[in-house]
């Protein structure tokens, strides 16, 4: 069976069992049949227009063809892969979005795009994921788009071998999105550690900002101020860091 890919990227690239790959013929996902659900902006018409070169299914993974159980949130993780138009090099997360709000399903998204590189063009792929952030009970959900690092496209992997036996959907959902998020296919406690991990950056920047403020004032009463900021942070940024390497 000749399987669906996104550029030189598919299901069995990607490293996917060959069960979850759809068929080349099924493919292709023509861009009008995720508009029809949603009101959408003029900016977001336009990137699907002009940014977004191709659609495509490229694998979907569910109990009926992996060794998986049913989840109680994620019934089914779908691969969606989408080719840039030329000289677009972001990913398109306001496409992203659209997508995946409209299914309960979990989508992983493959973004292929062609860069230079050594007087040719390299295609490269990340994969991205929409999550919701952590948040409280009874609260609106907020989400948000992650995606990985650029690699060459033929270096994209995803690992589905680090779930146990007897896991579930939901399972290789959380270790996908630890994959994506935080490079490790260890997926317990991933809103605890996404949002240690926000922590971390927001502290390290604040030190940043208190050591260029330190190293400017000249008040003496100023910078002994600024100097207790700086260290209350650092401590702080010290314990979240103990923490994320236990």
């Not at 049949?33 to 569910?62: C, E, P, W, Y």
């Not at 907020?142 to 680090?162: I, M, R, S, Y």
């Not at 927001?202 to 260290?231: F, P």
Request: glycine share 8%; aromatic share 2%.
């Amino acid at each position: 069976m000749t399987v669906a890919h996104c550029g030189s990227v598919s299901a069995l690239t990607l490293g996917l069992p060959a069960a979850t790959a759809i068929p080349e013929a099924k493919g292709s996902l023509p861009k009008a049949m995720f508009v029809g659900h949603a009101t959408i902006s003029a900016k977001l018409s336009k990137q699907l227009k002009n940014d977004i070169a191709g659609i495509s299914l490229l694998a979907i993974a569910r109990p009926a063809n992996t060794q998986l159980t049913a989840g109680a949130k994620i019934p089914e993780i779908l691969v969606i892969g989408l080719k840039l138009a030329a000289k677009v090099t972001t990913v398109p997360t306001e496409t992203i979005e659209l997508i995946a709000a409209q299914r309960k399903s979990g989508i992983v998204f493959a973004v292929v795009r062609g860069m230079p590189f050594e007087g040719t063009t390299r295609e490269e792929c990340t994969l991205a994921v929409r999550r919701a952030l952590p948040g409280r009970a009874g609260h609106t959900p907020v989400h948000q788009v992650f995606a990985g690092e650029w690699k060459p496209a033929g270096e994209v992997t995803l690992e589905t071998d680090g779930v146990p036996e007897g896991a579930s959907t939901d399972d290789l959902w959380e270790s996908i999105c630890a994959q994506i998020i935080l490079g490790t296919p260890d997926g317990a406690d991933l809103d605890a550690r996404i949002t240690r991990r926000a922590q971390i950056r927001q502290l390290e920047a604040t030190v940043d900002k208190l050591v260029r403020d330190h190293q400017r004032a000249k008040d003496a009463d100023q910078r002994n101020e600024i100097y207790a900021q700086l260290h209350k942070a650092k401590q702080q940024l010290d314990a979240l860091v103990a923490q994320a390497t236990a």
